[in-house]
């Protein structure tokens, strides 16, 4: 066969991935658009272009051409324009600039159509046609062949880790046999946020967990997720799952990032078309169970200063469900200082960083504009401390609390709660 | 062809035509989408998908569109909740409770049921009309709307219309004489059973399924739909 154009790939992705599932949502849409009104793209942009549903354009083109009776008959009368390379290339932009997925605008559906689930499906013919990003390709290319998109290969690996076990004073066992739990963390936290690190491990000390990290499976990041590409996102989830497997852990920790847990807790299974052997959890959930067990004390009101709120993450709380740990440890840290964000929880606002969106340069002025959406809802709850559970979140809060020069402090869950432990006498 | 013949036409063979088209229409488009094949959830699941799908169902059913579901959604959808709101209300009051449309349901049927009063029926009809008049408007001049919008979008809205309006001018006597009206009236809803399985307004068959999708991928999720 002839090689194939840029845009045959793409359809062909689409056509071969269509099931009922698909289908029965792109034949629910009734194109009434209250998706625009939320999602934080548009809302803050105002370009009607970042409506969810258009972003989904080429797919629902490609279903209707190669599958119904009408779009047969409207493409054989020229009403309907065969989709080019030059359309691919704006969508690329539309999908992987202008979504993190966070799936806030199926709630608003009156069809409930999940948006974000579609949107993957653009992305993954998007890159078949090779029209990902070329800053979140580079990253996608580093994780396959060194293991971390953010350059933490073996070598730098151990050393960050050595250097975090003395500077904060924490271990970190490696590949121990018997352990009960094994840990996996993001390449952000690893190279980014090494208190984070230190801050779980003391958690889960003073839990008394019987835990370990594994070098096979040492990050959970996963950029073929991003990408669009479910042979990637497979392969790179397989090195953790093959870690967890060979140690017959119980359990699977995934530190705090939001898309790593999507991957690995609610699509690895359906992607391998088995059962995981072991359960997967993520950090927030541990803190909770620790807490609200008893295993680990934490100091009451030991946050002092001013007001503090919480940010719900599209994968840990929209799409994760654990909404109610950081709320209680947040009470028992902050007392009547902890104020929430409207709306909240599953209505809650992404915070524009998500989705592989803040690996990409050319999309920081839009990532930048859907955040001023954060500003005004953190500004109103008048909270000067912003908590989450997602460190590509945080990467995202910080780098916008610099861009905008705002004065806040901007943490993790988990460091709050070691900060907060009270030691066993 | 005088109306009279045109009348029996429409609402014989014609209507008897179109309604068979729909119904294979919308039966071939369901067996094609349920064709495609689902794939089994390998995930545990945090919450149970059945309670979270019929939890869905219950909330949009009974709470949306009188309750939006997100917060600040109403204020920054006004037109779609209200104007699409008061036009699926009055579409399904006038079509099964309006006395002369529940006699064709009889006949088609073999029972019937207690109608509303003529002038209840008349005022939503109206309101139906006014509401699909807004958001034809609002499909032409909203940005978004604009945007994601194909001709088969205004179409859709124009082929609602027609049984809508020439229903209204029927039951008050205006622009033409009773037969002709009615004959335009059924043509119309021939026209319309045909255009449905061609057409996104097909929806409130694929609702049933995204609908459950959302409350169980929710639920899998452990969130509330």
Not at chain 1, 29 to 35: L, S, Y
Not at chain 1, 52 to 78: D, H, M, N, S
Not at chain 1, 301 to 328: L, M, S, W, Y
Not at chain 1, 385 to 394: F, G, H, K, L, Y
């Amino acid at each position: 066969m002839a090689t194939m154009s840029v845009t045959e790939q793409a359809l062909n992705t689409y056509v071969r991935e269509t099931g009922g599932w698909i289908a029965s949502q792109l034949e629910a849409c009734t194109r009434c658009g209250m998706c625009a009104e939320a999602c934080h793209f548009y809302v803050a942009t105002g370009n009607p272009e970042y409506t969810p549903i258009w972003k989904v354009e080429l797919v629902r083109r490609a279903y209707e051409q190669r599958f119904t009776l009408i779009g047969k008959i409207k493409q054989a009368l020229g009403f309907e324009k065969p989709v080019t390379d030059e359309d691919l290339r704006h969508w690329a932009e539309l999908d992987y600039y202008a979504c993190t997925m966070c799936n806030r605008c199926s709630m608003v559906c009156p069809m409930g159509i999940q948006l974000a689930d579609l949107i993957h499906e653009a992305r993954a013919g998007l890159f078949e046609a090779g029209l990902i990003p070329s800053d979140l390709k580079a990253a996608l290319d580093k994780q396959i062949e060194e293991g971390s998109p953010l350059g933490a290969d073996d070598e730098t690996f151990d050393d960050r880790l050595e250097w975090i076990e003395d500077d904060w004073d924490v271990e970190f066992p490696m590949d121990k046999e018997g352990a009960d739990v094994l840990l996996v963390f993001s390449s952000i936290e690893i190279m980014k946020f090494p208190d984070n690190l230190a801050a779980i491990a003391k958690i889960l000390d003073a839990g008394g967990v019987n835990w370990t990290l594994s070098k096979e499976g040492r990050e959970v990041t996963n950029f073929g997720l991003y990408a669009g590409s479910d042979e990637l996102e497979m392969l790179i989830a397989d090195r953790v799952i093959r870690a967890a497997k060979r140690l017959g852990v119980k359990r699977v920790v995934v530190s705090e990032c939001g898309h790593a847990y999507d991957a690995l807790r609610f699509r690895a299974a359906n992607l391998r078309g088995e059962k995981l052997p072991f359960e997967v959890v993520h950090i927030t959930q541990v803190i909770g169970e620790l807490v609200e067990s008893g295993r680990i004390k934490l100091k009451a009101g030991a946050f002092e200063n001013g007001k503090v709120t919480f940010h719900d993450a599209c994968k840990i709380q929209r799409r994760g469900g654990d909404f109610e740990q950081p709320r209680e440890v947040l009470k028992i840290l902050a007392g009547d200082r902890f104020v929430e964000m409207t709306p909240n929880r599953e209505e809650a606002w992404c915070c524009g960083g998500g989705g592989g969106v803040i690996a990409i340069q050319d999309a920081d002025e839009v990532r930048r504009a859907a955040f001023t959406i954060k500003i005004d809802q953190i500004n109103a709850a008048g909270a000067t401390t912003v908590a989450m559970t997602c460190s590509n979140c945080r990467l995202q809060f910080l780098d916008c609390v610099d861009h905008f020069n705002l004065n806040w402090n901007v943490t993790g869950l988990a460091q709050m709660v070691a900060d907060a432990l009270v030691e066993e006498g | 062809m005088n109306p009279s013949d045109l009348m029996r036409l429409a609402r014989g063979p014609l209507f008897y035509f179109a309604l068979l088209f729909f119904i294979a229409g919308m039966l071939y488009r369901l067996t094609r989408v349920v064709g495609f094949g689902w794939k089994k959830d390998l995930t545990k699941p945090k919450k149970s998908k059945i309670a979270g799908s019929l939890l869905a169902f219950v909330k949009s059913v009974i709470i949306w569109p009188f309750i939006p579901r997100v917060e600040g959604s109403l204020k920054r959808n006004l037109v779609a909740y209200f104007a699409g709101g008061l036009f699926h209300l009055a579409l399904f009051l006038v079509v099964f409770l309006g006395a002369a449309h529940m006699l064709v349901w009889k006949s088609l049927l073999g029972f019937g049921w207690p109608t509303l009063p003529l002038p209840v029926v008349d005022w939503l009809a109206a309101a139906g009309i006014v509401a699909l008049l807004v958001l034809f408007i609002n499909r032409l001049v909203n940005p978004v709307l604009r945007t994601i919008s194909h001709a088969a979008e205004y179409l859709n809205l124009l082929f609602v219309f027609l049984p809508m309006l020439t229903g209204f001018f029927l039951t008050h006597h205006l622009l033409l004489p009773y037969e002709a009206m009615f004959a335009l009236h059924v043509l119309s809803v021939d026209w319309l059973l045909i255009w449905i399985p061609l057409s996104r307004i097909s929806h409130f068959v694929f609702y049933f399924f995204s609908k459950a999708i959302y409350g169980a991928e929710f639920a899998r999720r452990g969130a509330q739909p």
